[in-house]
C-alpha cells in the first residue's frame, strides 16, 4: 500500500485540466450491457480503480472490454453469458449495484452481491429493491445475494422517500427497457444523472424530465450501441478549486462545467476567493488567509456531501469558527480525528462539525479512511507546516485520476512512496 508525502506551505499556480466524471462513467460502464445490438464506446474514461474494477465486473460476465492509450473504452455486451456480481468484487465498490437494473431489465434476471456499508455510512439499498419490485421483478435477499427475476419490467409510477443517486439511476435504466410508462418522483437531480439520460437516449431510450425531481422513462423493446463522452468532474474540479484557496494561490481549472459547481463557488467566493469564469474553465485566486464559511450539505443542486471533507479542511485554517452540517451520510466525518492530528481545532457532535479556524496546520502521519476524506488530508498536507505522510492512498486511487501528477504541475511538493 503506498504513502503520499507532501511538503506543504506552497502557493500552487498554474492550470489544471479535469478529467471525466467518475460518477458519470460508472453508471455507464453498466448500462453497457442493455444493447442488442452495437456496442458502447466511451471516450475520456479517468483513470480510476473504480473504473478498473467495473470493466473487471463486466468482463467476468462476459462483456468484452478494449481500452486504448487515450482512455477511450469499448464494451461488447454480445457474449455475455452470465449476470452475476460476486462478493469478492462489489464490496470493493458499492455502485457495483448499479448493474441490478440493465441485468434485470436487458435479461430478466441478475445475482448482485450486497454491497454492504463503508466508512461513511451503512448504504442501504432498500428503496432501489422496492421500486423494482414495483415494476414486477422477484427480489430475494438472502446469504449476501439480491437474486432478482422478471419476465419483463413493467413501467410504474416510483416515489423515492428520499433523494438516491443511484436508486434513480437504477431504476431509469431498469424502465428504458420495461414496458409501458415509468414515472419517478422526488428523482435525484444531479448532472451526472441528465448526462446518463442523455447516453441512454442516443442508445434509443426515451427519458424527458431529467434534470428535473420528476423523470418519465417510456420503455422501449430494444436499445443499440452508441459513443459518449462523459461529463467533466465536478467534484475533482471542486478538490482542486480548494487547493487554489487552501494554499493561496492562482489556479485555472480548465474542462469543467462551471454552472455543475455554484454552490462550492458560491461558498468559495464567501471564503473571500476571487472567482473568474469562462463557459469550460474556472480561475480561483486566494490572496488572504480564507474567512470560515458555514456548510450544509444536500441533494444536488445545493453544497455537495462529496466536497464536505474537502471544505471541512478549509476551515480548519480559515479565520474564525464556522460549523459544516453533513445531511446526507450518518458517518462522514472520519477525516475529522486525522485532521485533528494536524492541529485543526474540531468538535463532532451528531451530524455537525464544529471548527475553530487556526493560523496553520502542522504535518503529522495521517491515514485516509474514504475517498474524499483523503482528499481533504492532501488539502491539509498542502497547507500545513512540514512534510505530511498519508497512508492508504488506495481510497484516493479510486477517485482521482492522477493526483498527485496534476498536483506537482501546479507546484506541489508531492509523492508517492511504496510502503
Ligand atoms: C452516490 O452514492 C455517489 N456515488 C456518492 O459519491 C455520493 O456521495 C452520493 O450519491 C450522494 O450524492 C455514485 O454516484 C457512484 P444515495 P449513492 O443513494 O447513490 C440513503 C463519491 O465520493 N439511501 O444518493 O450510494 C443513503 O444511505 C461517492 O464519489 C437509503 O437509505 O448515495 C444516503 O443516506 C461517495 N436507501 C442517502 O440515501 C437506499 O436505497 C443518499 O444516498 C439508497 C440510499
Known amino acids: 500500500m503506498d504513502k503520499l508525502l507532501i511538503q506543504g506551505g506552497q502557493s500552487l499556480s498554474g492550470s489544471v485540466k479535469i478529467s471525466g466524471a467518475k460518477n458519470s462513467v460508472l ?22 480503480q473504480d473504473v478498473t474494477t467495473t470493466t473487471r465486473l463486466l468482463t467476468q460476465m462476459g462483456v468484452s472490454v478494449t481500452m486504448d492509450e487515450f482512455m477511450n473504452i ?5 457474449a455475455i453469458d452470465n449476470f452475476y456480481a460476486p462478493y469478492d468484487l462489489v464490496k470493493t465498490m458499492r455502485s457495483s449495484i448499479l448493474v441490478l437494473g440493465p441485468l434485470l431489465s436487458r435479461f430478466g434476471e441478475a445475482k448482485v452481491s450486497l454491497p454492504g456499508g463503508c466508512a461513511i455510512g451503512l448504504r442501504p439499498v ?13 427480489i430475494k435477499v438472502e446469504r449476501g445475494y439480491i437474486t432478482a427475476r422478471s419476465k419483463r419490467l413493467v413501467g410504474a409510477n416510483i416515489t423515492f422517500e428520499k433523494k438516491t443517486v443511484t436508486g434513480t439511476e437504477n431504476i431509469i435504466m431498469a424502465a428504458s427497457l420495461a414496458k409501458g410508462l415509468t414515472k419517478i418522483s422526488n428523482a435525484a437531480n444531479e448532472p451526472e444523472i441528465s448526462d446518463l439520460c442523455l447516453f441512454l437516449n442516443k442508445m434509443g431510450a426515451k427519458i424527458s424530465g431529467y434534470g428535473t ?14 459513443k459518449h463522452k462523459p461529463l467533466p468532474d465536478r467534484i475533482e474540479a471542486g478538490t482542486f478549486m480548494i487547493a487554489a484557496a487552501i494554499t493561496r494561490g492562482d489556479v485555472e481549472i480548465n474542462n469543467i462545467v462551471p454552472k455543475h459547481s455554484y454552490a462550492v463557488i458560491e461558498k468559495l467566493i464567501e471564503a473571500g476567493a476571487e472567482i473568474t469564469s469562462t ?19 444536500n441533494a444536488y443542486p445545493y453544497f455537495p456531501t462529496d466536497m464536505q471533507a474537502q471544505m471541512t479542511a478549509l476551515n ?7 460549523y459544516v452540517r453533513e445531511n446526507i451520510f450518518e458517518n462522514r466525518f472520519m477525516h475529522v480525528q486525522e485532521l ?6 474540531i468538535k463532532v457532535d451528531d451530524n455537525t462539525a464544529t471548527i475553530s479556524g487556526t493560523k496553520k496546520l502542522l504535518a503529522a502521519p495521517v491515514m485516509a479512511t474514504d475517498l474524499r476524506a483523503s482528499a481533504s488530508l492532501i488539502l491539509a498536507g498542502l497547507a500545513a507546516e512540514g512534510t505530511t505522510e498519508i497512508a492508504r492512498v488506495y ?25
Open 27 to 48: 453508471p455507464m460502464l453498466c448500462a453497457s450491457v442493455m444493447p442488442t445490438t452495437g456496442v458502447v464506446q466511451l471516450e475520456n474514461v479517468p483513470h480510476l
Open 74 to 78: 469499448s464494451l461488447d455486451p454480445s
Open 126 to 138: 432498500d428503496m432501489h429493491l422496492k421500486a423494482l419490485k414495483k415494476m414486477g421483478a422477484e
Open 213 to 226: 425531481d420528476m423523470i418519465e422513462i417510456d420503455g422501449v423493446d430494444a436499445l443499440k450501441g452508441t
Open 279 to 297: 463557459d469550460n474553465s474556472i480561475r480561483v485566486k486566494m490572496r488572504q488567509r480564507p474567512k470560515a464559511v458555514d456548510i450544509e450539505t
Open 316 to 322: 480548519s485554517v480559515a479565520k474564525g469558527d464556522s
Open 340 to 345: 485533528e492530528r494536524m492541529g485543526a481545532l
Open 395 to 419: 481510497h484516493i486511487d479510486r477517485g482521482y485520476d492522477c493526483i498527485e501528477e496534476k498536483l506537482q504541475l501546479i507546484g506541489a511538493r508531492i509523492s508517492r512512496k511504496p510502503m
